[in-house]
Nanobody, 115 residues
């Protein structure tokens, strides 16, 4: 059974930083497309950052320069470092893995940025 568990969300002031973690069990993240999406109330889920399988990291234009995605293959864990956070970054952040046969999502972690 594949499980993705996010952590690290919370309340932060404008300009602050957060580091999200996503620990994956039941499948490896190595070699698969994996990354982060977010969804704000009333909005569609949107891409934040992704490791395409065999490709170059892709970042959302709205967050480029303020975020960095990384992964520790030995720990089967992904990270999302977010700096200079803005109120419009407030959303539930989800990690996911696409194993080519299936797509798996975490339960989400709330990020709230106060003005």
């Amino acid at each position: 059974q594949v499980q993705l568990v996010e952590s690290g969300g919370g309340l932060v002031q404008t300009g602050g930083s957060l580091r999200l973690s996503c620990t994956v069990s039941g499948t490896t993240i190595y070699g698969y497309t994996a990354g982060w999406y977010r969804q704000a109330p009333g909005n569609q889920r949107e891409l934040v950052a992704v490791f395409p399988a065999g490709g170059i990291v892709n970042y959302a234009d709205s967050m480029k320069g303020r975020i960095s995605i990384s992964r520790d293959n030995a720990k089967n864990t992904m990270y999302l470092q977010m700096n200079s956070l803005k109120p419009e970054d407030t959303a539930v952040y989800y990690c996911y893995v696409n194993t080519r046969s299936s797509e798996y999502w975490g339960q989400g972690t709330q990020v709230t940025v106060s003005s």
